[in-house]
Nanobody, 131 residues
Framework: QVQVVESGGGLVQAGGSLRLSCTASGLTFGTYTMGWFRQAPGKEREGVSCISWSGSRTYYADSVKGRFTISRDNSKNTLYLQMNSLKFEETAMYYC????????????????????????WGQGTQVTVSS
């Protein structure tokens, strides 16, 4: 059974930093594209950042480029998201997810992550940015 667990969320002032972590078990972690998504109150869930199974490819939403860094440690089955210069509007529940199919990168024509392509989800970790 696949389990995905996020941690590292919390309350931070605008301009501050947080580092999210995600551990996944029950799958061969090093063969799955992983992603971070977020959902703010009243808004749809959006893809924030993804990283391929080897770490050689990454995706960032335009809104976080230059401020967020995704990384992974396959020896520890752990995914990270370093978030710097956080903004008030980035208050949201942040979710970690593994793609349904192993050894597969993002395949949508837009190049953006598609929620339906990710089959294993954590419960989320809350990030609250105070103004």
């Amino acid at each position: 059974q696949v389990q995905v667990v996020e941690s590292g969320g919390g309350l931070v002032q605008a301009g501050g930093s947080l580092r999210l972590s995600c551990t996944a078990s029950g799958l061969t972690f090093g063969t799955y594209t992983m992603g971070w998504f977020r959902q703010a109150p009243g808004k749809e869930r959006e893809g924030v950042s993804c990283i391929s199974w080897s770490g050689s490819r990454t995706y960032y939403a335009d809104s976080v480029k230059g401020r967020f860094t995704i990384s992974r440690d396959n020896s520890k089955n752990t995914l990270y998201l370093q978030m710097n210069s956080l903004k008030f509007e980035e208050t949201a529940m942040y979710y970690c997810a593994a793609r349904r199919k192993s050894l597969t990168w993002l395949t949508s024509s837009s190049g953006r992550p598609v929620e339906a392509d990710f089959g294993y989800w954590g419960q989320g970790t809350q990030v609250t940015v105070s103004s």
